[in-house]
């Protein structure tokens, strides 16, 4: 039997392979670049992601895998839930962070702050988030048509069990911040760990933060990503 460190290491590169699928399932798809009248308000977001010192200390940086367009389901997910693919596939230029994990890597944060082409058209973005139907059709899309994309090719000796998502408290974070996650338990070489990814969205005017948090076995705290998030919107 395999040790739970190899267990780790198939989860911790499923969960980064599925943060890239999922972050454009519910939200737009983040952009690489801008033009013209956006590229003041991209250098402005590009001050504004986070960065290591946001983080506890001993966690380390390496370079965000997710850097560019995936539109995984749009389609689908508008038909689900009623919502305009035009809201779900939309491409907004984004600045990215750093991806930041903690010393045993099984907890890791990347963020990515878009660029809205207007402040109405970011508090549309946000509002998908309030979607009733959304975690149904997200966890719908996530077990059937869309599971091999989220998390492709599967290591010999590695099951997936039910992908589950489920929207954020609002009372957790409080007004100004939304979001969802998806959980799924993974399972190599007879050692099961949870895999949990948890997108919040934060906004002002054109400019929203998109937090991914990642965790592999044990969660993330409540107050961990509270202290996080905080700091994002206050960058805003």
Known sequence: ??????????????????????????????????????????????????????????WTSSKNPNTG?????????AQCTGLAKSLIAENPPTAYSRQFQNKQGTLTVADGVAVFPSAKNAAAEYSLGDNPKLPACLTSLASGPEKQKLFGKLPSGTTLGTPLVSAVAASTFGPGVDGYSLSVPVTSQGVTLNVTVTQLMTIKGRLGHQVTFTSVGTPFTVALEQQIMKVAAGRL
């Open 69 to 77: 367009n995936n539109s995984t389901g749009s389609a689908q997910l």
């Open 1 to 58: 039997m395999r040790t739970p460190t190899h267990a780790l290491r198939v989860a911790s590169g499923l969960a980064a392979g599925a943060l890239l699928a999922l972050t454009s399932l519910a939200w737009p798809a983040p952009g690489a670049g801008a033009a013209g009248s956006q590229s003041a308000t991209l250098a402005q977001a590009r001050k504004d992601v986070l960065v290591l010192s946001d983080m506890p200390s001993g």
